[in-house]
T-cell receptor, first 112, second 117 residues
Framework: KQEVTQIPAALSVPEGENLVLNCSFT??????LQWFRQDPGKGLTSLLL?????REQTSGRLNASLDKSSGRSTLYIAASQPGDSATYLC???????????FGAGTRLAVHP | GAVVSQHPSRVICKSGTSVKIECRSL??????MFWYRQFPKQSLMLMAT?????????EQGVEKDKFLINHASLTLSTLTVTSAHPEDSSFYIC?????????????FGNGTRLTVT
């Protein structure tokens, strides 16, 4: 059974810091790994999707890496801003098309 | 703008009543939609896969008679929580993809906060 774990559960940093969020999964048979952002009481916004054959994806200040063999992914946020404050969710597409297994998320607070 | 619309965003109901939540794909047709629930500070858990024109596929441990799913058109899926109880209070989110197959980006609705009193 696929399980996704995210560390840390919560993170509070001053503005401007570079951050690394971690995600691990137990079964390497995945189609892809995705990172989402969730604001309180809201739905999900897709940030990055890394296909199983890829090693990383970049979008603006965000960079996500994937090491499928070790079951790990990291989300790197450069020069963090207060507007980055949200919960970041990692999910793997596994066990069926569009079937996402989510981690519990990392709650990020960036203070001025 | 939003490509998946979910309604209502918030609902409060009394124990024993039924609540219907709608999920619409706004500018594309979705033969498959997905329903998740999320407890506070916990992960999203897939409840069921809604299939247009056929029965939904439920995940292990999800009561299909409790959570009725109807996908009557290519742009609308509904989730009905029947005979709701306080333990059904949760955040329900739907998603849909623009095309079939793996690696197809999923679009999520804004969720529905259900509170059963």
């Amino acid at each position: 059974k696929q399980e996704v774990t995210q560390i840390p559960a919560a993170l509070s940093v001053p503005e401007g810091e570079n951050l690394v969020l971690n995600c691990s999964f137990t079964d390497s048979a995945i189609y892809n790994l995705q990172w989402f952002r969730q604001d309180p009481g809201k739905g999900l916004t897709s940030l990055l999707l890394i296909q199983s054959s890829q090693r990383e994806q970049t979008s603006g200040r965000l960079n996500a890496s994937l090491d499928k063999s070790s079951g790990r992914s990291t989300l790197y946020i450069a020069a963090s801003q207060p507007g980055d404050s949200a919960t970041y969710l990692c999910a793997v597409e596994s066990g069926g098309y569009n079937k996402l297994i989510f981690g519990a998320g990392t709650r990020l607070a960036v203070h001025p | 703008g939003a490509v998946v619309s979910q309604h209502p965003s918030r609902v409060i109901c009394k124990s024993g009543t039924s609540v219907k939540i709608e999920c619409r794909s706004l500018d594309f047709q979705a033969t498959t939609m997905f329903w998740y629930r999320q407890f506070p500070k916990q992960s999203l858990m897939l409840m069921a896969t809604s299939n247009e024109g056929s029965k939904a596929t439920y995940e292990q441990g999800v009561e299909k008679d409790k959570f009725l799913i109807n996908h009557a058109s290519l742009t609308l899926s509904t989730l009905t929580v029947t005979s709701a109880h306080p333990e059904d209070s949760s955040f329900y989110i739907c998603s849909a993809n623009r095309r079939e197959g793996p690696n197809s980006p999923l679009h999520f609705g804004n969720g529905t906060r259900l509170t059963v009193t």
